[in-house]
């Protein structure tokens, strides 16, 4: 299917459950280069090495696929994922429904509801909220971990001992051996608070991990327990429940009143002992815990196993019910948060029909209370009624927005999300938005630590902008350099490493070879202004080249545009694809190519067209051609946008096309576009300042591209930019340099990561200090 295009022939293919857990091999570009091959190899590790931007993967198990980082073809791909023609290969994604339907794992229609039910829950008050809860959660954790005190001292590093292993933090700094462990917390409070309204209180790390990790049995009790519960389901097989049960109730009644018996013969402490180990067995055979879980470690644990459940999800059932206390302890927290997401909906929707109602009634109210000025109607006035609804303040987090938005959806006849679909999509939230946003808000403070002049300039933007007031989200847009150093962030550090496609049907891709560069490369700032985005285009009202305001309610509430892609107003960017005849070796962009002859090119014309999946002669083969019967929306584009009839396609010099088989896989790369240096000088430096000047907006994509992008993606950067905020304008952030070590072995280090669900730093020292 893909062979045509060069690239790894495998072992194992990346994409298979062995992939999954197979280490790195030796030899890794020849057997197998692990499932964080996308992080380590880049782009410079496999898209360099082959010459062209498209490589195919093939593992001997037979799963082949395409591997992207080509702007043009991804964006171009992408923008049509929203259709039939590249849909997510949602098979892949069956883990992600154990708590319901959600907008992820949605295709088609399904996700066009569910996406246009959920986008208005990321309202412009739930950002105002986002903003509030955020700043606090910093307060609370400066004062609840003692920052204060604890910084108050310092007077200069400690002298550097030869061959030290651990950094020794100096009186006056706070040492974190990997920071990830405090903005996982905070990102897990912010979700708590602003995702699901929960009250979430800062405790201090040490008491809340180590109240997390008392539930679920002990091992040796699990295993106990389970062969106590065999031993008596097969006891039950022969003597009648009944009888049984009578026999339990009996002996433990009877241990009950002796355990405390008086008396020191031989004899009463034997009964005593065999008294309480009865006791002992019963319980824990009968009650796996006292304490019972709340939510809040519910939340903590769930999205601390997220990973392992997905993973156990995958085997046989009788393996998920195993006496390992991590996994009970798992499954008592999934079981909670289910239980109170449930309780929760059932209590908003009472609670927000309520607010709805009362809206609509003090309306009517008041309209008839101006009619009767006298106010002889003996109704209660609109501004008391008013007053009573205000006594309780009307919910405007994720879930309760969700909740409005499904109610009302219902009450205007339209298809909403049911009970379990909106559970689905609170989870979704927990899971899509904690780790990736504490990952890289770790990351962003690790980068500022390893360029103290950007950190500089990060500290005047607060300076300038954060007066001894309290900050608002309407102070957020003028946050424009953290901003940027976040961007920067996630270009170097994209948290979802591959965005899968799947072709839906034998497609064909026209192109304007005419453009050779591509609208995609990086530009100038005078040219094509069209495509120089602000870096928060979505968040903004869209004017072109400004940075996003919060001025109106409009730039925070997603338009059907911004919810489903803009696709259809604006012209897609061109694909570059040789000419007949002009090898690949003539052209200056010829990026989605296959450019070395590693896999062995048989006729001129393999030489001189693209295509991915069946190999195609310069014209379109009538075979191929006769498969597109009805609508082919990339048939339909020519170079200005109008339509082009299919007759033309074989002798218009202008177009060249890319056949895209179907069933073929692609993988979009977001590390491979990052590092690409067709689109990024100096890839591998940290340069916010690159996203304060035009820059290639189509080759940033952390969120994902065209109309499947995230939807929590203002959610993420408006936390991270209120964190950056309230942390950096008391604390400075500095590496722990060991005795010889060098800040770029350091970035090196904390560079090093692993590809789980997202991308997952190993570890990310970091030392804080308090600003004078
Ligand atoms: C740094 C933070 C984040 C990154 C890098 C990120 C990245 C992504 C990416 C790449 C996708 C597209 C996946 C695909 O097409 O297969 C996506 C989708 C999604 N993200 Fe995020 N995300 C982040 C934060 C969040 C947050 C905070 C939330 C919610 C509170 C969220 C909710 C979602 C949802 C609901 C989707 C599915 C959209 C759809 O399929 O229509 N994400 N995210």
């Given amino acids: 299917m893909v062979s045509d295009f060069p690239g790894l022939r495998l072992i194992v293919s990346p994409m298979c459950t062995l992939g999954l857990v197979l280490p790195r091999l030796p030899m890794p570009l020849y057997t197998y280069p692990g499932f964080s091959f996308p992080w380590n190899l880049k782009h410079a590790g496999l898209f360099k090495l082959f010459g062209c931007d498209t490589v195919s993967l093939c593992g001997w198990d037979g799963r082949a696929i395409l591997y992207t980082c080509d702007v043009p073809f991804l964006t171009r791909m992408a923008s049509y994922s929203g259709s039939t ?89 706070i040492y974190y051996p990997h920071v990830v462990d405090l903005t996982l917390r905070m990102a897990l409070a912010a979700i708590a608070r602003t995702g699901f309204g929960i009250e979430f209180e800062w405790r201090s790390d040490e008491s809340f991990t180590k109240s997390c990790s008392s539930f679920g049995q002990p091992f040796w009790k699990s295993i106990l327990a389970t062969f106590l519960r065999i031993v008596y389901q097969l006891a039950n097989s022969v003597i009648p429940t009944i009888v049984l049960d009578d026999v339990v109730r009996a002996v433990t009644t009877f241990a009950a009143t002796n355990q405390h018996r008086r008396g020191d013969s031989p004899l009463h402490l034997a009964l005593q002992t065999t008294c309480k180990a009865i006791i002992t067995l019963f319980e824990i055979t009968t009650v796996p815990h006292q304490h019972t879980m709340r939510l809040q470690e519910a939340l903590h644990l769930v999205a601390k196993e997220s990973t392992l459940k997905l993973a156990i999800s995958s085997l046989p059932s009788w393996l998920k019910c195993l006496p390992f206390r991590r996994v009970s302890r798992m499954n008592m927290a999934f079981d909670c948060l289910h239980r109170e997401l449930k309780n929760m909906i059932a209590s908003r929707r009472q609670e927000i029909a309520m607010f709805m109602e009362g809206s609509l009634e003090s309306m009517s109210m008041s309209s008839m209370c101006d009619s009767d000025e006298s106010g002889s109607s003996g109704l209660p006035s609109a501004s008391t009624f008013g007053s009573q609804l205000q006594e309780k303040e009307e919910p405007f987090d994720l879930l309760s927005n969700l909740v409005r938005s499904a109610i009302q959806t219902e009450r205007v006849g339209g298809q909403s999300l049911s009970e379990d679909e909106i559970i689905g999509n609170a989870y979704i939230y927990l899971l899509a938005g904690h780790e990736t946003t504490a990952h890289s808000m770790a990351w962003t403070l690790a980068l500022l630590a390893a360029y103290p002049e950007e950190q500089e300039k990060a500290y005047h933007e607060i300076m300038e902008h954060d007066s001894q007031e309290d900050t608002i989200i309407r102070d957020y847009p003028k946050f424009k350099f953290l901003l940027a150093c976040y961007y920067e962030t996630l270009r170097l550090f994209p948290p979802v490493q591959q965005i899968p496609k799947v072709a839906a049907e034998d497609t064909q891709i026209l192109i304007d070879k005419s453009n050779k560069v591509g609208s995609d490369s990086p530009v100038p700032a005078q040219q094509s202004e069209q495509r120089l985005m602000p870096p928060s285009e979505s968040f903004s009202d869209r004017k072109l080249g400004t940075f996003p305001s919060l001025d109106s309610e409009a730039s925070l509430t997603p338009s059907p ?212």
């Fill in 85 to 173: 023609v590249f849909p997510k290969p949602i098979e892949e994604y069956g883990v992600l429904s154990y708590f319901g339907d959600n907008v992820v794992i949605a295709e088609h229609a399904n996700w066009r509801r569910q996406r246009k039910v959920s986008a208005p829950a990321f309202s412009s008050k739930m950002f105002e909220r986002l903003w509030i809860d955020m700043a606090s959660i910093v307060r609370e954790m400066l004062h609840e971990e003692r920052w204060e005190e604890r910084t108050r001292d310092f007077v200069g590093p400690l002298p550097m001992v030869p061959q030290q292993a651990e950094y020794v933090a100096a009186t006056g700094e």
């Fill in 561 to 772: 545009s911004r919810v489903f892609g803009n696709h259809r107003r604006h012209k897609l960017p061109p694909l570059i694809i040789p000419a007949r005849n002009q090898t690949h070796h003539q052209l200056d962009f010829s990026s989605s190519l296959p450019s070395l002859p590693s896999t062995p090119v048989a006729s001129p014309m393999r030489e001189t067209m693209a295509y991915v999946g069946t190999p195609v002669s310069g014209n379109t083969p009538s075979s191929l051609r006769s498969e597109f019967i009805g609508p082919a929306p990339f048939v339909q584009l020519s170079k200005d946008g109008s339509k082009v009839k299919r007759s033309e396609l074989s002798s218009n010099e202008e177009q060249v096309s890319l056949i895209i088989k179907k069933g073929t896989i692609i993988f979009i790369s977001p590390p491979a576009v990052h590092y690409n240096p067709k689109y990024w000088e100096e890839p591998e430096k940290f340069t916010p300042e690159r996203f304060l000047k035009p820059y290639c907006r189509s080759a940033f994509i952390p969120f994902g591209v065209g109309t499947r992008a995230c939807l929590g993606r203002k959610f993420s950067e408006v936390e991270s930019v209120c964190m950056l905020v309230h942390l950096l304008r008391s604390y400075s952030v500095h590496l722990p340099l060991l005795p010889g070590q060098t800040v770029e072995e350091a970035r090196a280090k904390f560079s090093r990561a692993s590809v789980r669900i997202t991308l997952t730093p190993d570890k990310v020292p970091l030392v804080f200090r308090r600003r004078k």
